[in-house]
């Protein structure tokens, strides 16, 4: 009993981390189509700059998150930019942003070399730092980055389906010419959704960098569970995106504490293939249904 | 005054309108008569902002249109009620109607626009959560007016509102027009329904092929015998 709800906490915690790292991918892809590679180089850059600017100039790694937010808006916001005047259709994004992966991770590479790096524990508190109820544990800094997922996946759901903002932003998805019209100006809410990506992109990047060793090439490991995330989550669905990230940080919780911990990594991918058999839609709805043009 | 002049519209190199000109005031209700293809749809989208012209001017009380941004032409006074409707069908009436206003940021004004669409069409007030495009027809045409009205214009250009609506329902739109009309908005009226469409117009236009090929008052026109011909089959 104790191992199970161990296991519950500790998935529960997971997802919150899933959630935070696929909620941008999901809004940009969903709400702006650039299916968007980088991501997972902006998440894997602001890992580096935590774990940098806390083991070689000792800041606490939480507080580096006021260098890498505005680092992930940035870049989220350039690439935002660059989308829309090159004009890249969907598929254009995939294979531009894939590159721009690959280019980030040569420049970590090139700084950071191969090695595997992570912060040495007397640079980082939050790793000892942990939440003892009873029996059970919870690391402190994984219960702030539920708190931060919680609150970026709520905001990002207020925003679609309760502001003017929102109601503005699905109307140019669905029908852009009479949304700009009637008076939207598409390009300015676009860079708003590429801020929030980039705020998310950025805190979660920085929790890998807190709680993981860094390889360059340990960007490629989170894109199996986001893309499961954000497809069985229904594009630029907050709600969606929460949900899906916390049953698939479940299952990977319970399939590491009752079976083989070397599958725990399949789990998020063989749930996908499985839902994606039998409600090829996945699991929730998109934000805005858009006929593939 | 809204002016269109020596207007030409091109989709890559396929001519779909050559100098044309027309010029309306706010107290008018003007119709744009022609064949398919003849360039009525494109005429309004052009003044609507979201074609671009390759020469030629739209001018609004002299002020020329072209050098805004597409998304600011709404907030000058001109509102467009498309061919087609052109809902955002995934959003509620209620939600379509407040985009109407995106351009004006007056709570109270835009809850009073929006008190007055509910008061010209009460279904609408009844089926304010609903998606817009689960309505019928009629309905979705209510709201496409709705919906333009709410951006508080001066001119109103309606692209064939009568088109894909029951026969008792196409009655109601030309009411609705003459109503339109009379709330002291300039209408500018796409039509294929010449018959009805003369019954209420102040002066029309007809287009054929992209060009201008004549224009006059109610009373020229239903005297013409090439629009008796090609028209209303008389």
Redesign the interface.
Same mark, same amino acid.
């Given at each position: 009993m104790q191992q199970w709800i161990q296991a519950l906490i500790t998935g529960l915690l997971l997802g919150g981390l899933y959630a935070t790292l696929s909620l941008g991918f999901s809004l940009t892809w969903g709400l702006l189509r650039t299916i968007n590679f980088a991501h997972f180089g902006f998440a894997l850059l602001a890992s580096y700059v935590t774990y940098e600017l806390s083991t070689v100039h000792g800041f606490d790694p939480l507080l580096t998150l006021v260098a890498t937010v505005p680092i992930g808006v940035a870049l989220s916001l350039g690439l935002q930019w660059f989308v829309s005047k090159v004009k890249l259709d969907m598929f254009g994004t995939l294979v531009a942003t894939f590159g721009l992966l690959l280019v980030l991770e040569a420049a970590i590479s090139r700084y950071w070399l191969q090695d595997l790096r992570r912060i040495p524990t007397e640079n980082n508190p939050w790793l000892s730092n942990v939440l003892s109820v009873g029996p059970y544990t919870m690391p402190v800094v994984q219960i702030l980055g539920l708190v931060a997922a919680v609150a970026l996946c709520g905001f990002s759901w207020w925003l679609l389906q309760r502001s003017?903002a929102g109601?503005?932003i %699905? @109307?140019s998805v669905?029908?852009p010419?009479?949304? %700009? @019209?009637?008076?939207?100006?598409a390009t300015r809410l676009g860079y708003l959704i590429a801020a929030i990506s980039g705020v998310s992109v950025a805190i979660a990047g920085s929790m890998i960098g807190i709680l993981y060793a860094l390889s360059p090439a340990s960007a490629l490991i989170w894109v199996p569970v986001t893309l499961a995330v954000v497809l069985l989550g229904g594009l630029a669905n907050p709600v969606g995106v929460a949900i899906s990230a916390t049953a698939l940080a479940l299952a990977e919780s319970f399939t590491r504490q009752f079976a083989d911990p070397s599958l725990a990594q399949l789990v998020a991918l063989g749930i996908l293939v499985i839902v994606l058999l039998f409600k090829p839609s996945g699991l929730f709805r998109p934000t805005?249904?858009v006929s593939e043009r | 005054m809204l002016e269109v002049t020596d207007l030409s519209v091109y989709y890559g190199e396929a001519r779909a309108l050559e100098d044309i000109s027309i010029t309306m005031d706010q107290g008018e209700v003007v119709a744009v008569l022609g064949a398919n293809g003849a360039g009525k749809s494109t005429l309004v989208n052009t003044m609507a902002g979201i074609i671009p012209a390759r020469s030629g001017q739209v001018l609004l009380d002299g002020a020329p249109l072209q050098r805004l941004a597409s998304h600011k032409v709404v907030g000058e006074g001109i509102a467009l009620v498309p061919e087609g409707r052109m809902l955002f069908n995934q959003l509620t009436v209620a939600q379509n109607l407040k985009l109407g206003a995106y351009s004006l940021d007056d709570r109270s004004e835009i809850g009073a626009l929006q008190q007055t669409v509910y008061d010209l069409f009460p279904i609408l007030h009844d089926r304010r959560d609903q998606k817009a495009g689960t309505l019928s027809g009629g309905q979705q045409q209510m709201v496409a007016i709705g919906r333009a009205l709410m951006a508080r214009p001066r001119y109103l250009l309606m692209d064939e509102p009568s088109l894909g609506l029951a026969p008792i329902i196409v009655d109601d739109m030309f009411d609705l027009i003459v109503r339109v009309h009379e709330m002291g908005i300039g209408v500018l009226v796409v039509e294929q329904n010449v018959a009805r469409t003369l019954e209420i117009c102040d002066r029309g236009y007809v287009l054929e092929q992209g060009t201008l090929a004549l224009s006059g008052t109610r009373e020229e026109l239903l005297g013409s015998s090439a629009v008796r011909e090609a028209y209303l089959a008389m």
């Open positions: 003017r109601y503005a %699905r @109307a669905e029908n010419t009479m949304a %700009r @019209a009637f008076g939207i100006d805005v249904e | -």
